[in-house]
């Protein structure tokens, strides 16, 4: 397969200044990949990343952002016997230096050496640089092969699936019939709602404002949906549990008020997962953690290979991704993606980008 010398990339130049630009294909390093891109998925975290960027991030004018992507397998550094020319492929965003405390416990998304690429450490589209590009060099350690029954764009939101099932790794997964409720029909929240029935819920339970999104949510497996503009959700999900609350709480707004609220719509002995991005500090009752005996845990991205697990469930059609996919933009056009994807408009939820 020709390669060529130069791609058209995304690069950030100063803070809130992203532009489509020419820059050389990336060089291998041992361990490594060169993928065309042919699917990348803007995620909630790049508007802030855009804005203020990110620790250790490449210099401005060099940064290339972007991390939820797939694409095909066109070049291979000589020591990478794991896979072929031609496969096709998902890239998970963090890899680990392999080498801390952490990353030899499997813990690689809170890698010790975090933003130190001289120790082996990347973070494609964070402190390394990412897909909003025609072609990326990736880890043989962030690859995971596609089946052909994943199309590239699906394949693009496995990411943000693993990031949901390293979630409910983290707070012990879900026991066959336990009742789950999921605040905030982002992404995320979605995908959760999905997974949590995938995985053995009883009832799931989604909250939300928007009733587009919640109708997303039912058609997702979600059997009821709030609209918390329109009922007093804590004596809702009381009314549905018998009065004593949900075994799990995925708490998937981001926002304060939910966050603290979540400690009263979860039962005695329950469990609270802390999945949103919270960039404001949240008052929590800790004495209610304590007398409650609550567990509350949140997760580090998709750690833990669990976008692997990810991908036999969306081959075989348990996991459907096709009703968050919104809208795709050609690479030339991403700042118009950012616009829709940050606006909402046309109900956008998942908006895709072709380089
Ligand atoms: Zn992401
Ligand atoms: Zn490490």
């Known amino acids: ?42 995620c909630g975290s790049d508007p802030a ?43 998970e965003p963090h890899k680990g230096c392999g080498r801390c405390a952490n990353c030899l416990r499997g813990l690689y998304t809170t890698c010790l050496n975090y933003g130190k690429p001289e120790k082996g450490h990347r973070h494609y589209g964070f402190c390394s640089n990412g897909g909003y590009a025609q072609y ?28 949901v099932l390293y979630g409910y790794e983290r707070i012990g997964w879900i026991k066959p019939g336990e009742t789950v409720l999921v605040t905030g029909p982002g992404a995320i929240g979605l995908i959760s709602a999905q997974l949590a029935k995938v995985l053995g819920a009883g009832l799931v339970i989604l909250t939300g404002t928007r009733e587009d999104r919640l109708a997303v949510g039912r058609q997702l497996g979600a059997d009821v949906t709030l609209n918390t503009n329109e009922v007093n959700v804590r004596d809702e999900v009381m009314k549905l549990t018998g009065g004593i609350g949900a075994d799990m709480v995925v708490e998937c707004t981001g926002k304060a008020g939910p966050a603290a609220e979540a400690l009263e719509l979860v039962r005695k002995n329950g469990r609270v997962s802390y999945n949103g991005i919270y960039h404001e ?48 933009f050609p690479l030339d056009e991403i700042n118009t993606a950012f616009d ?16």
């Open 136 to 163: 990326a060099a990736c880890h043989v350690n962030t690859l995971h092969k596609l089946p052909e029954s994943i199309s590239f764009e699906e394949g693009a939101l496995l990411t943000t699936a693993g990031t």
């Open 1 to 42: 397969m020709a390669i060529p010398e130069r791609m058209k990339a995304a690069v950030l130049f100063n803070y809130g200044d992203l532009r489509v630009t020419e820059r050389p294909v990336p060089a291998l390093e041992v361990g490594e990949v060169l993928v065309k891109v042919n699917t990348i998925a803007i």
């Open 49 to 91: 990343i855009i804005a203020k960027g990110w620790q250790n991030h490449p210099p401005l004018g060099e940064f290339i952002p972007g991390h939820e992507f797939t694409g095909t397998v066109v070049l291979l550094s000589p020591d990478v016997t794991e896979l072929k020319l031609g496969d096709r492929v998902a890239v």
């Open 281 to 328: 500090p949240v008052t929590l009752q800790l004495n209610k953690i304590v007398q409650w005996n609550l567990l509350i845990t949140g997760p580090k991205a998709e750690g833990m290979w669990n976008l692997e697990r990810a991908i036999p469930l969306m081959a075989d059609g348990r996991l459907k991704m096709k009703p968050l996919i919104t809208h795709t």
């Open 340 to 355: 829709t994807f940050i606006g909402r408009q046309g109900g956008a939820i998942k908006v895709l980008i072709k380089p």
